[in-house]
């Protein structure tokens, strides 16, 4: 995990809890012209993945103190895939979301005036339920007449994730790559600590996957997951992005 340096200054911080992590593999070809300007795709045992990812996002806070009002705590889920690049030898490994959905407008407008991420608001609700021995997770949204659910059930304890394990490969990228209107790259950090994880006994995805995410990866998220895996979640640091120079 990159270390900050004293110079450094979080623009958003807060907690990212209860993630459900479902993982499908994909022709790199559909990945392509998502790539930001400077990227490569990442591979984990020669496969390009794609994830959605649900989670709570909890006690946000905006430069550390200031809270959007009724939005510190709200659900996201997201489609991401995987890249990475090389800085003066330093290998960075990182995320390009495809879509992000939160209940919110307010946090969608913040964030796609912060990076130009895609950010859409749509209604959402959750349940998490846990027992001693096991947890369940559902998050459901609705896009006008569709409706979605993403849901995983745990069994078991959690664990950190073995050293060159798919759920660290998944889990351990600590930079966001976000293509701007112009072409050009902003390449953010985002630092926290290892996430324990519990493989999922049970786990579903529904929907009309066509409208919200695009044709091209309709028969991707309609197959089964190559994985599905739920992290406990930690404390985060989000810092302000700077645009690559990748001429």
Do not use: C
């Not at 993945?49 to 430069?63: D, E, G, N, P």
């Not at 939005?71 to 879509?99: A, C, K, M, P, T």
């Not at 609705?142 to 994730?161: H, I, M, N, W």
């Not at 895996?229 to 985060?236: L, T």
């Amino acid at each position: 995990m990159p270390s900050a340096t004293k110079s450094d200054r979080p623009f958003l911080t807060a907690e990212w809890r209860d993630l459900i992590m479902m993982n499908f593999e994909v022709d790199p070809a559909i990945l392509r012209k998502h790539m930001p300007a400077g990227t490569e795709l990442d591979h984990f045992e020669g496969r390009t993945y794609v994830s959605i990812v649900a989670f709570r996002f909890l006690k946000t806070r905006i430069y550390g103190r200031l809270a959007i009002p009724f939005h510190s705590n709200f659900d996201e889920v997201n489609l991401r895939f995987y890249v990475r690049r090389e800085e003066r030898g330093e290998l960075r490994r990182g995320v390009v979301f495809i879509s992000e959905i939160v209940p919110r407008r307010a946090i969608a407008f913040v964030a796609r005036l912060a990076y130009n991420e895609n950010y859409f608001s749509y209604p959402m609700t959750h349940r998490i339920s846990r027992t001693a021995d096991d947890a369940d997770l559902r998050y459901a949204w609705r896009v006008r007449q569709d409706s979605y659910v993403v849901e995983a059930g745990t069994k078991d304890e959690p664990g950190l994730p073995k050293e060159g394990s798919a759920e660290q490969f998944i889990t351990e990228h600590y930079w966001g790559y976000a293509r701007q209107r112009d072409g050009s790259t902003v390449e953010y950090r985002v630092e926290h600590a290892p996430w324990r994880v519990w493989r999922a006994a049970t786990a579903r995805f529904s929907g009309v996957f066509g409208p919200l995410y695009g044709q091209e990866f309709s028969s991707v998220l309609s197959a089964k997951a190559r994985s599905t895996f739920v992290a406990e979640g930690s404390p985060v640091k989000v810092f302000r992005g700077r645009k690559l120079e990748t001429g």
